[in-house]
């Protein structure tokens, strides 16, 4: 198993009339909620909060991409990367990653995650979605039926980038380049692992079994309701005849741990509701732009804006029983990881211990129950596999260590 | 009466509704499609012969992965006009219609002389910023596209409830394939540099206005008459966007002042 502890990095100041008085907590959320100055802090938190659970022995540490939005304040996940590059030692870097179709040109991306790949001796773990409509077309302005065809482009010119080493001319439709000629380029090879996260696009299940990524199913809903898509998922794996390694996929979930079950309902239910009221407020127009989903996707019935839960009437108990949270003692936790991981049949977990506007000391708690008595035993899920590397990092083994901070007396050899 | 036939273009197979008799009129649909009962559609057949084919991916007209920016929709109507053995008919647009007529006329300017733009889209003015129609839920257009808006959304009613999947995954595919071919010519800014080009217009040109339209409003008609040369503007009373619905007589009269 592999289990990335996930930061989201929300905006924990977010009123608690917000959803009253405004529409949207994504795209054109209102200027006057954010502070600079408090983000400075926030954001030192976050990365400690990831730093610490390098320290506790996390597989993985995980960041993502959004823009405008107030549960997702890393415009630029690899700038959070870097920083992690140098305060992490053995955790992968997980970027969950960048969205491809945005920069121009993609290179952009194939040159940032070889600096990242290389500055984390190979730590470092790539994810390519496709983007949220939210971020993808109403905040950076792609086209949404052509975010498809844009996307597949960037691919292609990334992987060749990593992967041809020698120059090439590159004409795509939207990006033509003369030379392509990545230097920098990827420590690993071919290519840092990469995952795809998915929402329930059914093309997506092909792309990542053509090119042996792992497929992520990063919902907020949890792992009931993910079932029947991870069934959808696993079904096309069977039917092309690809083996059924639990690495192939990863899951998303929010967890809370606790001493005891009524401990983590006292200590963490107002940040849960925080997270599925506040945060997840988005405005329903801004779901999924005209074209973004394919005809084939909508048909599945997969997702729709008109049909997600109405989370601000979800109680603790909606939100544990329905699976939406994983909660409660280290007990509990476990036995509900159990199911999660043998019902979806996933080996990399991405974990929400920072949930909302949960404070610091709050999260470093759960994260450590977590660690020391959660993990261990959910270590040997998939024995039979122990040995698929494909889906995660191969560092080398001799890393550089950061020096310490300071200025120690340097004096040039004679 | 409206029928339906198709043709063949390099996009797609596109499903043409025609009708009537009197002189050729080309009809080019908003972003919202046109169907046989569109009512406007029928004044329209009664006083010309009317074709009014329907883009890639509405109506009954074929998916095309190969129609991308303003060039290749444009090229692609002078393609559905020759498949239609058409020569130099009326061209009237509306909205996005009247974008792509606009853009017809300015890149073959001796083969468009009659020109009727209705609440056409293609400019930008940064003191009007265009309404964003990509995040509106269906109850939020009507006030968008109606001077009347209760009387609007009565014309617009979906008729269905949104919470059936029986009703609501078709109605979603329909959105997706009509607003996806739409987008690629007015997401996010419905703006593909027409007034860069709109000086070659050479057409007889009427400009057919609402004047409550709260999509482009007046200063867009005004906009589009500085730039069109000779160009004549029919503001029209108690009407807004979906001026066509609101007030058709007016739009007829407006279209006959070209000869």
Same mark, same amino acid.
């Given at each position: ?102 920069? /121009?040109? =993609?290179? !952009? ?19 390519? %979605? ?13 086209? $949404?039926?052509?975010? !498809? ?17 020698? *120059? ?13 000629? #990545? ?6 090879? *071919? ?5 795809? *996260? ?12 053509? /090119? ?33 390694? =639990? ?36 405005? =329903? ?55 999660? +991981? ?8 991405? #974990? #929400? #211990? ?41 560092? +080398? ?6 020096? $310490?901070?300071?200025? %120690? ?6 | ?97 009247? @974008?792509?007529?606009?853009? @017809? ?46 009387? &609007? ?98 739009? @007829? ?5 070209? &000869?």
């Amino acid at each position: 198993m592999k289990f990335t502890w996930f930061n989201l990095m929300p905006w924990p100041h977010l009123p608690d009339d917000f959803r009253e008085k405004n529409r949207s907590v994504w795209v054109d959320i209102d200027q006057s909620l954010f502070d600079p100055v408090r983000c400075h802090e926030v954001y030192n938190d976050y990365l400690d909060l990831l730093e610490y659970a390098d320290q506790l022995g996390y597989d993985g540490v995980g960041i993502n991409e959004h823009h405008q939005n107030g549960y997702g304040l890393m415009p630029s996940p690899n700038i959070m990367a870097a920083s992690l590059a140098r305060r992490t030692s053995n955790a992968a870097v997980v970027v969950l990653g960048n969205s491809i179709a945005l920069y /121009n040109p =993609p290179i !952009r991306v194939a040159e940032e995650f070889a600096m990242l790949d290389i500055m984390t001796g190979g730590r470092f773990v790539a994810g390519f %979605p496709v983007g949220t409509s939210m971020d993808t077309n109403f905040c950076y302005g792609t086209i $949404p039926a052509l975010t !498809r065809e844009k996307y597949a482009e960037a691919h292609e010119l990334i992987i060749r980038a990593w992967t041809e080493k020698k *120059p090439f001319a590159f004409n795509g439709r939207y990006t033509k380049l003369r030379h392509v000629n #990545l230097w920098p380029n990827v420590l690993q090879t *071919p290519h840092p692992p990469i995952h795809i *996260p998915g929402g329930g696009s059914i093309e997506t299940y092909d792309f990542c079994l053509d /090119n042996t990524y792992s497929y992520s199913y990063l919902s907020f809903s949890g792992y009931l309701r993910a079932k029947a898509l991870m069934d959808g998922y696993w079904q096309r794996v069977s039917e092309r005849g690809t083996d059924m390694s =639990p690495y192939r996929a990863g899951f998303a979930q929010t967890v809370f741990v606790a001493e005891t079950d009524e401990e983590a309902e006292r200590l963490y239910s107002e940040h849960a509701f925080y997270f599925y009221n506040r945060c997840l407020h988005v405005y =329903p127009g801004f779901a999924d732009a005209p074209g973004y989903r394919t005809i084939k996707t909508i048909q599945s019935g997969a997702l729709n804006q008109y049909m997600r839960p109405n989370y601000p009437n979800l109680t603790w108990k909606d939100l544990v029983d329905g699976g939406y949270i994983i909660a409660g003692s280290p007990e509990t936790v476990r036995q509900r990881f159990e199911e999660l +991981i043998k019902g979806l049949r996933v080996g990399n977990i991405f #974990l #929400l #211990l920072h949930v909302g506007n949960m404070p610091k000391d709050k999260c470093m708690y759960s994260t450590k129950l977590f660690a020391e008595k959660v993990m261990p035993h959910l270590r040997n899920m998939w024995p039979e596999y122990d040995s698929d590397n494909r889906f995660w990092c191969k560092p +080398i083994a001799r890393r550089a260590t950061p020096a $310490p901070v300071g200025r %120690p007396e340097m004096v040039p050899a004679k | 009466m409206i029928t339906a036939h198709t043709i063949e273009t390099r996009a797609a197979a596109i499903n043409v509704l025609s009708g009537g008799a009197g002189p050729d009129l080309l009809f080019l649909h908003a972003a919202g499609g046109i169907t046989a009962e569109n009512p406007f559609l029928r004044a329209l057949a009664a006083k010309y012969r009317v074709f009014a084919p329907q883009l890639p991916g509405y109506g009954d007209s074929g998916d095309s992965d190969n129609v991308r920016d303003m060039l290749d929709v444009t090229l692609h109507s002078f393609d559905v006009l020759e498949a239609l053995g058409l020569d130099k008919p009326i061209l009237v647009g509306h909205s996005l219609g009247g @974008m792509i007529a606009a853009e @017809m006329a300015a890149l073959r300017p001796k083969e468009v002389e009659k020109l009727c733009l209705i609440a056409a889209a293609g400019l930008w003015l940064d003191a009007y910023p265009v309404p964003d129609i990509f995040t509106l839920l269906p109850r939020e257009f009507p006030a968008y596209m109606f001077h009347d808006a209760e009387a &609007g959304a009565k014309m617009m009613a979906t008729g269905g409830n949104m919470n059936d999947p029986a009703f609501l995954i078709p109605f979603l595919v329909t959105n997706a394939r009509q607003l996806g071919m739409a987008g690629k010519f007015l997401f996010p800014i419905p703006e593909r540099g027409l007034s860069e080009r709109i000086h070659r217009i050479r057409a007889k040109t009427v400009l057919v206005w609402g004047d409550s339209d709260r999509m482009f409003p007046a200063p867009y008609a005004q906009a589009f008459k500085a730039l069109i040369k000779g160009a004549e503007l029919v503001s029209v009373p108690d009407a807004g966007h979906q001026v066509v619905l609101e007030q058709p007589d007016a739009v @007829m009269s407006a279209i006959a002042r070209l &000869g």
